[in-house]
């Protein structure tokens, strides 16, 4: 039976970058997670008897709120929904279910890098019928609707069996509790030469995989130890546990840290590699060489042809703006369109539904392609295998070779998390005050050749979306950007994205942040961070 209950709307539903994040204890609030989920249903138009996807990544609270979700679901008339054993999905699967079973949307429960359990974070987004994330104009409908929203609809009805796979029902909706990996391995196999992936192993090559506990454990399991033969040992971390084993499933060389120090190591493994909370980012690191994400995208760019998926070629590239131009190279000599977007996965799907660009990728250790319309933790992870194994060259001895070809482009992140938001928003106005007379920001002998707040104008559906971050470039070609982070539930976090280009010819073995020093310090001068912000040094660099 139907109930139709009685809510008061909250204030502060707005969805960020990649949807709705917030502490656990502010999703426990009353009707706070029934709110939201009402409310995006609230905002779409035409799901009566059709298919919704849910799945989350098994963090603290997963498993109430799909409970939750799936008797909303029945209740405003959805037909069927489609649910990963376990309540488990990882953010790429969960966009290939919905595009593979032709469901009318998803709703995928997690906080991605954001750390779990109870005084954690929770997150809800939604995704549309491509697969990716919805966009602007959903999440703004979305947003509007939940600042008015005075009634949900649910059922009465007990909690599904999430255990077991099969048909189960929801008063009268079906759900159907489905492996959480088989449809994604089997995409992965029409991707990638799965039979030399495993000559690659049986030939002693080794690798590690660290899951930190998330969501990429069954999947790399699955994939890596039991189809392609890796020995078992070889994931790391893999069972998904609801507080991430107390950690933070961030992959970068702060949270990853013990991965990093092993591939440093004499006798460290050719090849290690990790994945976030949700399994939508990657970690590249080689034996002796840490790949930057920036650089990352470039290299599959340059060698996506190796793998059987892309054999025929790549339509074009697209990054997100504080991406370095790393990428911009390879699709200038492959002849191919390049586009720039704002940060967040949402701006690339019109992008790859119209065809126009085949892998797209963020600073932020986030690739992907054509086969879902998320970034793509694991295969990016099978996409470097596939090159590995068809070059027979080392991790480091293709970053070299490729530096050696289109330069390298040195690129590091400063965030300065939890910083005061009245403090974060001061720094960033005042930068957009000084924005006019762009010859403010020449410092320490850098001169300026443009300065502006990013606009992006998409090419596909004309839409507009303003102030994504400040860029200033200087004529010797490096650049600094400004943000503030949108995915963040505790004050402002500050991004502080800084970039210089050394040509083929140049010096490609400095520190990183050796080699960015100075425009370091430019950064410092410009925007004043450690009197803003009274922080002296960034809380995590990457
Ligand atoms: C961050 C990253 C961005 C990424 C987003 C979601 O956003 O910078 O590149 O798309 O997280 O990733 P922000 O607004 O905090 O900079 V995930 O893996 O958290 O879904
Ligand atoms: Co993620």
């Known amino acids: 039976m139907n109930k139709t209950i009685k809510t008061a709307p909250y204030a502060d539903q707005k969805p960020g970058t990649s949807g709705l994040r917030k502490r656990v204890p502010v999703f426990m609030k009353e009707n706070y997670v029934e709110n939201f989920v009402q409310s995006i ?49 990882s953010t790429p699967a969960a ?39 919805a966009p602007e104009k959903i999440t703004d409908a979305v947003y509007a609707r939940s600042k008015v929203i005075d009634r949900y609809l649910t059922v009465d009805e007990p909690d599904v069996d999430l255990s077991r796979i099969g048909t189960h ?37 080794c690798m590690r995989f660290d899951a930190m506990h998330a969501i990429t454990g069954p999947y790399a399991h699955r994939i890596l130890e039991d189809m392609l033969g890796a020995p078992k040992g070889t994931v790391i971390n893999g069972t998904p546990s609801p507080d991430f084993g107390g950690g933070h499933p961030d992959p970068n060389l702060v949270y990853a840290k013990d991965l990093y120090d092993l591939l440093m190591s004499a006798d460290g ?8 909370g949700d399994g939508d980012r990657n970690l590249i690191i080689g034996k002796g060489r840490f790949v930057t994400p920036s650089d990352s995208l470039a290299l599959l760019a340059a060698n996506a042809h190796l793998a059987p998926g892309y054999a025929k070629g790549i339509a074009g590239i697209a990054r997100s703006m504080p991406t370095s ?43 992907g392609s054509n086969h879902v319309r998320e970034k793509d933790g694991l295969w990016a992870v099978l996409l470097w295998l596939n ?33 005061d938001t009245t403090a974060a928003n001061g720094l960033m106005d005042a930068l957009r005050a000084r924005l006019g007379t762009s010859a403010s920001f020449n410092v320490g002998g850098y001169e300026t050749a443009y300065a502006d707040d990013f606009t992006y104008h998409d ?35 500050l991004r502080v994205y800084l970039e210089r280009y050394e040509p083929p010819n140049g010096h490609h073995d ?9 425009l370091i310090a430019a950064a410092e001068q410009i925007a004043g961070i450690s009197d803003r912000t009274g922080r002296s040094a960034p809380s995590v660099i990457t």
Not at 483 to 491: A, E, F, M
């Open 387 to 419: 090159i590995l194994a068809v070059r027979g060259e080392s991790v480091d001895a293709i970053v070299r070779a490729h530096w050696a070809t289109y330069g390298r482009n040195y690129y590091t992140r400063h965030d300065y998390d939890e910083v």
């Open 169 to 205: 029902h929801c008063a009268g909706m079906v759900v159907e509790v489905i492996d959480p990996v088989a449809d994604y391995a089997a995409l992965m196999q029409t991707l990638f030469d799965f039979p030399k992936l495993k000559e690659l192993f049986a030939s002693g090559f």
């Open 95 to 133: 966009s290939h279910v919905i595009r593979h079973h032709h469901a009318f949307g998803g709703l995928i429960l997690s906080a991605s890098h954001n750390p779990g359990g109870p005084d954690g974070d929770f997150g809800i987004k939604y995704n549309v019928g491509n697969g990716g994330p």
């Open 269 to 276: 493994p050719d090849f290690g590699a990790a994945s976030d």
């Open 459 to 493: 090419p596909i559906d004309g839409s507009v979306s303003a102030k994504q971050g400040i860029r200033i470039g200087f004529k010797d070609g490096s650049r600094i950007v400004f943000r503030l982070s949108g995915t963040g539930t505790v004050g402002a976090t």
């Open 325 to 367: 131009a790393a990428a911009d190279r390879v699709a200038e000599k492959l002849g191919i369109e390049m586009h720039e977007t704002p940060t967040g996965w949402k701006f690339f799907g019109n992008l790859l539904d119209a065809g126009r660009v085949t892998i797209c990728g963020e600073e932020s250790a986030g690739t």
């Open 41 to 89: 249903f609230d905002s779409l138009e035409g799901f009566a008897g059709k298919t919704l996807v849910i799945g989350g990544d098994g963090r603290y609270y997963n498993d109430v709120v799909i409970q939750k979700a799936i008797r909303i679901a029945s209740a405003n008339g959805f037909g069927a929904v489609l649910v990963g054993q376990g309540g488990l999905l």
């Open 510 to 518: 400095l520190d990183t942040q050796a080699a960015l020093a100075p």
